[in-house]
Nanobody, 123 residues
Framework: QVQLVESGGGLVQAGGSLRLSCAASGRISSSYGMGWFRQAPGEEREFVAAISGNGGRRYYADAVQGRFAISRDNAKNTVYLQMNSLKPEDTAVYYC????????????????WGQGTQVTVSS
């Protein structure tokens, strides 16, 4: 079992930055990809960013490309999401998750999820 705990969310003004962290209870194996997803009120959960097991491959949703950056430190069992130039439409609960695959952007291929952290961007 892997437990994931997100932190770093909060309230920020538009144009500001936040850095989310996702700490795993066990070792984050380099065999598994990690991802960030988000869910706004009344909306379905959507993909934000994914990173491969060794961190060499990254992929972003169009809505965050160029503003967000995903990274991981397997030695610290932690995955990060640096969010810059935040917009009100980025407001959502952000979840990190572990993929069963080495790399995936398909939420159906993620088997462990955190409880989420709220990000609110004011205009």
């Amino acid at each position: 079992q892997v437990q994931l705990v997100e932190s770093g969310g909060g309230l920020v003004q538009a144009g500001g930055s936040l850095r989310l962290s996702c700490a795993a209870s066990g070792r984050i194996s380099s065999s598994y990809g990690m991802g960030w997803f988000r869910q706004a009120p009344g909306e379905e959960r959507e993909f934000v960013a994914a990173i491969s097991g060794n961190g060499g491959r990254r992929y972003y949703a169009d809505a965050v490309q160029g503003r967000f950056a995903i990274s991981r430190d397997n030695a610290k069992n932690t995955v990060y999401l640096q969010m810059n130039s935040l917009k009100p439409e980025d407001t959502a609960v952000y979840y990190c998750a572990r993929s069963r695959a080495y790399f995936s952007i398909n939420p159906n291929e993620y088997d462990f999820w955190g409880q989420g952290t709220q990000v609110t961007v004011s205009s």
